[in-house]
């Protein structure tokens, strides 16, 4: 075997911060060392992994496609060391959730996590459903957990548990007084909404078929609080999850809004990338959701 893995090391650095420099100092290397061991990488193997474009490094066509196999070798081979040195379940776990999921869903699992397995090292990273895909698929998180549906030919996509989206208005908005809403009423309505690319928004917009182009938007926000806060300001009406609703719903603050000809049910999803190497940790996060569902 020619190569070594402080040379996969700094090849998946370098992929991930396209920047050498960058990536030394992840690794606490000198950028000259970084550098030598890049090189030697790809001399030994008279090949090139990256396309060079003025300070960044980018990979080009071969380099993608060894990419996952180096994330993989090294995650197992971060497992060897731990079989070895005989640790309990360790190591570094990134997970990556959408707002709905992030601020009101995970946070309990995480605390049963590091309660069960405390020599793992957990991150959380909260954003809407396309930046965790993104990031998913550039290995910067090892999961996603997702409220929107996300086809990408790199991804793979699993059911986790079933949500709902409810529409809601002020106990004083003139809706609150009806038992159900009209397609005529929704159409009139100012709508506070999550903004595209969330898996809020996706599933608004399905609901809403047929109606999308008479909707009359006011604002778009990229927070759920923030959505609550204006539609208890007055100034329309909103949809999100059931979730993020109930304590508004038991003080009175907001009232749910009835709208039976519209399908509000929705799914959340685990992904990763498909050629990401499972570890031991990963497994039992994804082991530690599917129980608390």
């Known amino acids: 075997m020619k190569f070594t893995l402080r040379q996969l090391q700094v090849f998946i650095a370098t992929a991930h911060y396209k920047n050498l420099s960058r990536a030394a100092e992840s690794l606490a290397m000198s950028q000259s060392a970084a550098s030598g061991a890049l090189q030697d990488l790809e001399q030994r193997y008279s090949t090139q992994l990256f396309d060079r474009v003025g300070k960044r490094l980018q990979l080009n ?32 776990l990134n997970v990556g ?65 079933s949500d709902e989206l409810v529409v809601f208005c002020t106990p004083e908005h003139p809706y609150a007084a009806f038992d159900v809403l009209t397609d005529e009423q929704l159409v009139a309505a100012n709508w506070i909404l999550r903004e595209s690319g969330s898996g809020t928004r996706q599933a608004f917009d399905r609901a809403m ?13 990229e927070h759920t609080e923030a959505i609550k806060r204006a539609v208890e300001a007055g100034l329309g009406i909103g949809c999100l999850s059931k979730i993020t609703l109930a304590d508004a719903f038991s003080r009175g603050s907001l009232v749910p ?5 519209r399908d509000m049910e929705r799914q959340f999803y685990f992904i990763t990338h498909k050629k990401k190497y499972w570890s031991v940790g990963l497994q039992r996060w994804i082991e530690c959701c599917q129980g608390t569902t």
Not at 68 to 76: D, G, H, R, V, W
Not at 209 to 221: A, D, I, Q, R, Y
Not at 257 to 261: H, Y
């Open 61 to 92: 066509g071969l380099g993608h496609s060894l990419r996952p196999l180096a994330e993989s070798l090294m995650s197992q081979a971060d497992e060897f060391e731990r079989a070895l040195q005989q640790q309990d379940i360790a190591g570094k």
């Open 257 to 261: 809004l009835e709208v039976p000809d």
């Open 209 to 221: 078929h047929g109606l999308l182009n008479e909707l009359k938007t006011h604002l778009e926000l």
């Open 97 to 161: 959730a959408t707002l709905t999921i992030g601020n009101y869903v995970v946070i309990p699992i995480i605390a049963q996590f590091m309660r069960d397995y405390p020599a793992i090292d957990i991150r959380l990273h909260v954003a809407n459903t396309a930046h965790i895909a993104e990031q998913v698929i550039n290995y910067e998180l090892d999961i996603g957990l997702i409220e929107g549906e996300y086809n990408h030919q790199d991804l793979s996509i699993v059911p986790w548990q």
